[in-house]
């Protein structure tokens, strides 16, 4: 299954996923990876971003970044970002972003069409340097309602919309026929920490 289209497709598929604002500046370091077996595909991309503490409101809980696109923005810090007096204008703050995608053929899928999510969370110890983890992950099962093998398009119908999914693969696309089902996972996470500011310039 062809990574790029097949990421894009499936997210809409899944609906209400969205990617953080601080995700979305250019990242100083990108990895991605891509593996697939018969009737299963699996797709990550990890983000590593350093930003600085532009201004931070202790009573709201707000710390605004500046990202390396100079792009500014204001995230609330929530209860799993412990020790959050300790942050100082001037921080640098690493921000890493994980989101991971797997594709799973069901053959005669008997299953509901449907979707569940879970949310789950870390923080650090106290007294370490200011930390947090939150993690979310989205499972959609929808059904195959059509196979165009010429143009190597399968039609899911999920719970909430219908999508045409590109399979490039011919050896994964003649697995698959209507009355089958496919399982989407989406699973995305977002880590802060934050690192003593580095000592001015002279």
Do not use: C, H
Request: aromatic share 2%.
């Amino acid at each position: 299954m062809n990574r790029p289209s097949t990421m894009i497709v499936a997210l809409s598929l899944l609906g209400s996923v969205a990617l953080p604002a601080v995700a979305q500046q250019a990242a100083t370091e990108t990895k991605e990876y891509a593996s697939s077996a018969p009737g299963k595909a699996t797709m990550a991309r990890t983000q590593k971003i350093v930003a600085t503490v532009e201004a931070i409101d202790q009573a709201k809980r707000e710390v605004t970044l500046k990202g390396p696109t100079g792009k500014v923005v204001t995230l609330t810090a929530g209860p799993d970002v412990r020790n959050l007096a300790q942050v100082k204008v001037g921080d640098r703050v690493v921000v890493g972003y994980l989101e991971a995608l797997s594709l799973t053929l069901m053959k005669d899928g008997k299953a509901l069409r449907g979707s569940t999510s879970a949310s789950d969370g870390a923080r650090s110890a106290a007294g370490e340097r200011p930390a947090g983890l939150v993690a979310e992950e989205v499972k959609v099962t929808a059904d195959v309602i059509a196979v165009d093998t010429k143009n190597k398009i399968v039609t899911l119908r999920g719970p909430k919309q219908t999508v045409d999914l590109r399979v490039n693969d011919p050896q994964q696309l003649k697995l698959i026929k209507v009355g089958d089902q496919i399982e989407a996972v989406y699973a995305q996470a977002l880590a802060l920490s934050v690192e003593p500011a580095p000592a001015a310039k002279k």
